[in-house]
């Protein structure tokens, strides 16, 4: 069982910036991925960004890259997206996700909102 606390969301200007975090507790082994997802109203959820368990892979949807980093500490069992030059079209609910082999959680999400 694993259990995903997720906070930093909040209501910004376009071109402002936000940081998420994401710290997984329960039974966490020690090879996971950890991700970040959003979902707008009407829309399908969608992968934003992913790190592997070392921290040195990761992948970003290409609406993103450039603007989002994604990081994890290992031995605090935390993922961040530190979102910069946000713009309206970033607005949705933000999920964090765990996976390992046991199986995969979600975080309870976090609403993002960026203004115009």
């Known amino acids: 069982q694993v259990q995903l606390e997720e906070s930093g969301g909040g209501l910004v200007q376009a071109g402002g910036s936000l940081s998420l975090s994401c710290t997984a507790s329960?039974?966490?082994?020690?090879?996971?991925?950890m991700a970040w997802y959003r979902q707008a109203p009407g829309a399908q959820r969608e992968l934003v960004a992913e790190?592997?368990?070392?921290?040195?892979?990761?992948n970003y949807a290409d609406s993103v890259k450039g603007r989002f980093t994604i990081s994890r500490d290992n031995a605090m069992n935390t993922v961040y997206l530190q979102m910069n030059s946000l713009k309206p079209s970033d607005t949705a609910v933000y999920y964090c996700?765990?996976?390992?082999?046991?199986?995969?959680?979600w975080g309870q999400g976090t609403q993002v909102t960026v203004s115009s």
């Open positions: 996700h765990y996976l390992d082999y046991t199986g995969d959680y």
């Open positions: 329960g039974n966490i082994f020690k090879i996971n991925n």
């Open positions: 790190v592997f368990t070392s921290g040195g892979s990761t």
